[in-house]
């Protein structure tokens, strides 16, 4: 599942893609910024934990979601 976020760094807008995988497990929550100067993943033990993660952090509502 993918997810385009913006967020805040450094006073400016960044756009974001989300991604949301299945691990052996848990589930992997990895973001990059479009311009590639940011990028990271969380493991998180279920879905559920990895998308209120990502609405925390990112402020994308779990219905959002989509897959691709």
Known sequence: MTWP?????GGRPVRF???L???Q???V???RSEDG???GDTWHRSEAEA?????????VR???WRHV
Not at 51 to 59: K, L
């Open 5 to 9: 976020a913006q967020a805040v760094q």
């Open 17 to 19: 893609e989300l991604c």
């Open 21 to 23: 995988n299945p691990d």
């Open 25 to 27: 497990d848990g589930y």
């Open 29 to 31: 929550l990895s973001y």
């Open 37 to 39: 100067e940011l990028s």
């Open 51 to 59: 998308r209120s993660v990502a609405e925390q952090d990112f402020n």
């Open 62 to 64: 779990s219905e959002a």
